[in-house]
RNA sequence: GCGCCUGUAGCUCAGUUGGAUAGAGCAACGGCCUUCUAAGCCGUAGGUCCAGGGUUCGAGUCCCUGCGGGCGUGCCA
């Protein structure tokens, strides 16, 4: 039993509620010196007819102290309790040594499938910034679930499918100068603007693509070759992509896969009289429940994004049998997803409850709305490079003898990149800005990797001074001064956070608490001399250093960012 | 117009689900490397928590109104 549940159960014997209900009363002072947990009494006033403080003073000096609670007072209306801190040091200390990189895991999951749609880009286009919240976000959904016991299923929902490709053919047969395999996706996107130029000036082009596009779907070969070779030219890419910044997926599903298996939806809502024409479209009437009509098919009979995202859902549902479904997509499309939820509903399917559309901010440019088609774009590929390029020239200022100069800048640059997007709540927008990106101090992932790896340079000097420490033999006691308590709550503090990000599908909790436990590291390892003469006093710190090292390894990979052993 | 989101230090953001004196980082200024990684540590300065009401022992946090910003609002995704 912890610290928490313990005093919870002690105030419950005393004031006659709930022990449940009381631990979620007890709080963290705001200053450790006035203790480590504590108890408003305002809430018992009234029923006791006392005043909040009389209740604090008779509450300190009645109630009996439970196990790992060293003493207690009454300050204004609250009782502080003080733990006993050897006792939390040892416990912390011999946890967190014990499950080393598997701290903070759990068996909650119990192996059942969550399924992520995350990244999901477009063919053919960029692998922009605006790409990479989605794309990290779901990355580390994807950690932290299986961190927690669940199957997580990364699914790329690719944007394969539609009459832009019958442009990009087009555009392709027109002006593309080499075979497409030996092209680049910049290439591929550079016809695509001129495509549309050179269409604004002689519309017929676009009813070739459209043309082209129809041979797409009914299975001409030369046109099913081209769009084979534009989806594989793509997802080499970006593959590339995708493991700089160590990002994986289960399924490529996409638009094209869902092609033949919208039908069957169609006619389940005709079946259930939700489909009515209107204006020649199919739609599902909304109005009773203040949403515009959910549009399944256009006055040419053709599928919609929402046709499409219904068909999908139930795939997911019967293909992965999940206990959730995350759609990690901006919230631009927050009107969509809740149309769709509620036609979900209305079909009669249960497990619409499980489905939840996590949102997150737009990236937006100084000079404004990224563009493909306009060429106000960054690639992230020159981000990720930049910030490479710049980690290797501190590095060669400040570690010129780092043996593995170049593996070391590019987990540390991109890991710069990533954190900069998970450190915050997800639905912040974010203007993007190189001074921004490319700074590496205070709270970035550089410095979590860089306290790492001091960490790591502290237990390799001392295994070659021969020191070292055996998990069982801490006398964690000497570990109370105010630097390693802080340090020891903040490593305490970890699997909650985890178990948080979870429940809330927010990565930056994981993010803080590993920036905390860094912090507190900074602070204890310029505090105390960790190879310090005395044996005992050198193997605790060690045992600290070591367990710091592991966690912030553990927090750097739940958000998924290197954790490089020298930088 | 209507709907959703958002507003905290010059900038970027936290704020334990209503608790004690509102906290970090960046930027600015000052200090600390012949002890384990100075991508670090310490200090100074910086606040009408958008405004006004309300709820109560207590509001940055909950409710209402207004203002500013973002997004969306029937055949794109």
Known sequence: MDNKTALAAALAVKTGLEAAELAQWIETPPDPALGDYAFPCFRLAKALRKAPAAIAAELAAALPLPQGIA??????????????????????????????????SSEIGGGRSVCMDYSSINIAKPFHIGHLPSTAIGNSLYRIYNHLGYRSVGINHLGDWGTQFGKMIVAYK?????????????????????????????????????????????????????????????????????????????????????????????????????????????????????????????SDGATLYATRDLATAVYRKETYSFVKSLYI????????????????????????????????????????????????????????????????EIMEEKSPDLIDKRAAAEAVGVGAVVWGVLYTSRIKDTAFAWDKVLNFDGET??????????????????????????????????????????LLKALDAFPEAILAAAEKNEPYLVARATMDIAAAYNKFYYENRIMADEPALRA?????????????????YLVGLQAPERM
């Open 71 to 104: 003493r207690c007072e009454a300050a204004g209306g609250y009782v502080n309790f003080f733990a006993d801190t050897g006792a939390f040091a040892s416990h912390v200390l011999s946890r967190v040594l014990r499950e080393g990189e598997r701290y903070g």
């Open 540 to 556: 605790a710190r060690l045992a600290l250093t070591e367990a710091s090292r592991s966690v912030l390894k553990t927090g750097l």
């Open 445 to 486: 992932g550089p410095y979590v990797q860089y306290t790492h790896a001091r960490c790591c340079s502290v237990l390799r000097k001392a295994k070659e001074a021969g020191s070292g420490f055996e998990a069982g033999a801490i006398d964690a006691a000497l570990l109370t001064d105010s630097a390693s308590m802080a």
């Open 329 to 392: 997509v901006a919230y631009q499309q927050a009107l969509h997803f809740r149309q769709l939820f509620k036609v979900l509903e209305l079909l009669g399917y249960e497990w619409v409850e499980d489905c939840e559309h996590v949102q997150f901010g737009m990236v937006s440019m100084a000079e404004g709305t990224l563009s493909t088609r306009h060429g106000n774009v960054v690639y992230l590929d020159d981000v990720l490079d930049a910030a490479v390029q710049k980690t290797y």
């Open 174 to 298: 027109l002006w593309g100068s080499k075979p497409v395999p030996e092209c680049t996706v910049r290439e591929l996107v550079a016809l695509y603007v001129r495509f549309h130029d050179e269409a604004e000036k002689n519309p017929g082009m676009n009813d070739e693509a459209r043309a082209w596009f129809k041979k797409i779907e009914s299975g001409e070969e030369e046109a099913v070759g081209l769009w084979k070779q534009f989806k594989e030219l793509t997802l080499a890419e970006v593959g590339r992509v995708y493991e700089r910044l160590g990002v994986r997926f289960d399924s490529f599903a996409g638009e094209s896969f869902y092609e033949d298996k919208m039908q069957p939806i169609i006619d389940d809502l005709k079946a259930k009289g939700l489909l009515k024409l209107d204006d020649g479209a199919s739609i599902v009437d909304l109005s009773a429940y203040d949403m515009p009509p959910c549009i399944i098919l256009r």
